[in-house]
Structures are given as C-alpha cells and as structure tokens.
C-alpha cells in the first residue's frame, strides 16, 4: 500500500504532527488524486488553529490548507475543469475550498442566488477527519484527494505555482468583492487594510480602471509595496493617527473632493466600519470584506450616515468557483506586472508546519507557503 505524509491539527494552538496515511487504492469516477506542488498559510488558517472559529467543531485530527496547487497524478475516468480544459497526469490545477460543489438546490443556492452561502456545503482543509478514507483532504499533506465535482482549474503554463499561492484567498475574495462594487472608470478607490485582502484590492482596483487608489493601513513595508504595485497614495494609520485627520486626507487625495466613490473595507477591525462610511461620497458604494470573523461590534457608526449619504452597504463573503477561475486568468495575466511570485517570502516543509503557523500568527512573514 502507497502511503503519504500530512501535517496534521490535532488540537487548537497544540503543534502539528506529521502522520502516515494510506493512499486511496481507486480513485472514484470524476474524482482527481493530485500531489501538491505547495499550500499557503492564510490568516483563517492561523484563527482556526488558535479556535477561534466561533462554535464551529472540528472534528480532530484534521488537514489544514486551502490556497493549493497539485500536480495530478490519477484520475477516475474522463475529468474537465471548470472551463472545460480536459484534464490528464502531470497537469497542475488549483480549486476552491468547497467540497464537490455547491448543492445548487438549497434556498441560499437558488432563491437566494448567494451560492458561496450554500446551506449543504462541506470544506476541504478543517471540514472532515484526516483518520477516515480517503485521509487527504486539506493542502498541508503529500497529496490531495479532490471529489467529483469539485471545481478544478487548470493552471495555464508558465503560470508559477508561487504566484497563485502567494494571492491565494485575497485574489478571488477581491474578485468577488469588486464584482459587488461595480468599479467605474475614473473611480476613486479607497482601500482600508494593507493585509493579503487589502492589497489584492488595490490591484482589482487599478485592474479595473480606477482612477485613483488610495491605501490606508500599515506598517510601512506594506505600504512601501502598495506604492510598488501602483497605490496613487497611502495613509499610514501609524503617523496620522486620528480617524478624524484621515477622514479629511482622504477627501483631499479623492479626485473628487467630496470623497470616494467607493470604498473596500479589508482591515478586519470594527472601528474600520465607521471610518470608511465617512471616506465615501453621497451616493458612494461600501464593500465590507473584512469582516469574515466577528472581531466586536463597530461602536461609532451613525446609521445616519446611510440615509444622509445614501450610501450603498454592501458584505461581501467568500467567493464561488467563478471567482477562483476569474481570479486564475487574472493572475496569469499580472503575475509579472506585479511580481506576484517574489511575494513568498518563507517555504516551509511539512515537518516546521507549527513554525510556519507561528510566523504567520506572528505577523513575521509577507507570504508563508508549506512545500511537501
Ligand atoms: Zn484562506
Ligand atoms: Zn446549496
């Protein structure tokens, strides 16, 4: 029997193990076993880890990892990508954490429209036991085991693993959210949050032809890079510490002076909520994003500001498999532009899995990524 090797959570905030496990001996029609070439470490990994996922049970031991690429090496039958690209040995393919694919039956899947929200869904990476067949089902193993209907993506060659890896979540999460936004020519975008999210934004933004992007955040090596990648202005929060005080640069740098037109909250802190309804013109468009774990409640926040302004609130959670292949293509096209692969600063092997958790908990890497 062949078996693998995975980086395994046993418990929250306990050290990874490293176990054995056995590879599937038949890969079920439409199912693809694939070898993984690499896996991010994302934020979420780092808040399931220390369990603050809220009430959600994990059911231990389980395989972490969900920015992946795997090199197929079986497949049950005939299988295609989600763009129809028949798929064979040897192809390197990326997916989206959901297992299958949505239900396309529950209420949030059709009456609602919201499929990212499907009411059935089930994830790779923290969703089922690493001690049950077929064992590999989350990215921080040897290998991968996708089910049938899983949405896959071919990567196009030439298109380096680093690159999709190093804008993992943030890409088809900001995706996603412009989408929401509907982005204008001309536009002037404010971006709150200098993370993974908060930068991915700013190149949806330009990408989109925003007219002027503004990044608030921080520390400065972050906004050193969102200059780099083409922020037409930063705001430390840092230096220009009032909210008051950035509230007024941010009109002064929109190219309108009566603020932006649309905002990205991708901070992940309450008091942001607040702040970024003031960044916004009347008639303004506010995509929160951030927000994907209850952090507190936003305690300055005037609902007036809605009315008044007639501004557009708008959440924008996750992604479906359509942002990950629009996410994909776009990569592909700005991998250079933007140097996306130097974005991986650490490679870890499956045996430093905990220290490779402890940098990205720790705020001590730009992009961790484990290498089976
Ligand atoms: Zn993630
Ligand atoms: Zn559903």
């Not at 049950?76 to 798929?87: A, R, S, T, Y």
């Not at 603020?259 to 990205?264: C, E, K, Y």
């Not at 927000?291 to 992604?319: C, N, R």
């Not at 092997?349 to 958790?357: G, N, S």
Request: glycine share 10%.
């Amino acid at each position: 029997m062949k078996m693998g090797k995975a980086a395994v959570m046993v418990d929250f905030d306990k050290p990874f193990e490293v176990r054995n496990y056995p590879l599937p001996d038949k890969v079920e029609q439409g199912a693809v076993l694939v070898k993984m070439v690499m896996a991010g470490i994302c934020g979420t990994d780092v808040h399931t880890w220390l369990g603050h996922t809220g009430g959600k049970i994990l059911n231990f031991p389980v395989i972490l990892g969900h920015e992946n690429v795997g090199e197929i090496v079986e497949l049950g039958g005939e299988v295609k990508d989600w763009n129809g690209i028949p798929l064979k040995k040897g192809d390197r393919i990326t997916w989206p954490t959901t297992i299958g694919t949505y239900c396309y039956q529950c209420f949030n899947c059709t009456v609602a429209g919201i499929p990212n929200k499907c009411l059935q869904r089930k994830t790779y990476g923290a969703g089922i036991t690493s001690e049950q067949s077929p064992h590999f089902l989350g990215g921080w193993a040897e290998y991968c085991y996708l089910y049938p209907r899983t949405s896959l993506f071919k990567l196009p060659d030439g298109l380096p693993a680093e690159a999709l890896v190093a804008s993992g979540c943030a890409a088809p999460t900001m995706v996603h959210a412009s989408e929401k936004a509907d982005i204008h020519v001309g536009d002037t975008v404010v971006v709150q949050g200098s993370g993974p999210v908060g930068l991915f934004g700013l190149i949806v933004a330009r990408e989109n032809g925003a007219g002027k992007v503004i990044v608030v955040g921080g520390p400065t090596e972050r906004l050193d890079l969102a200059r780099r990648w083409g922020a037409d202005a930063t705001i430390d929060i840092s230096e220009v510490k009032d909210p008051k005080d950035r509230v007024q640069l941010v009109k002064e740098k929109s190219l309108s002076k009566y603020g932006a037109d649309v905002v990205f909250e991708c901070s992940g802190v309450p008091a942001a909520f607040a702040e970024g309804a003031q960044y916004a013109r009347d008639g303004g468009r506010y995509v929160i994003v951030g927000q994907f774990m209850d952090a507190g409640p936003s305690e300055t926040f005037h609902p007036f500001w809605i009315t008044f302004k007639e501004l557009t609130v708008m959440g924008s959670y996750s992604w479906e498999p359509k942002h990950t292949g629009r996410a994909v293509a776009l990569i592909d096209r700005i991998k250079d532009k933007y140097s996306l692969k130097d974005i991986v600063t650490d490679r870890f092997k499956l045996e430093q899995t905990t220290e490779a958790i402890q940098a990205v908990r720790d705020w001590k890497t730009i992009k961790a990524v484990l290498v089976p």
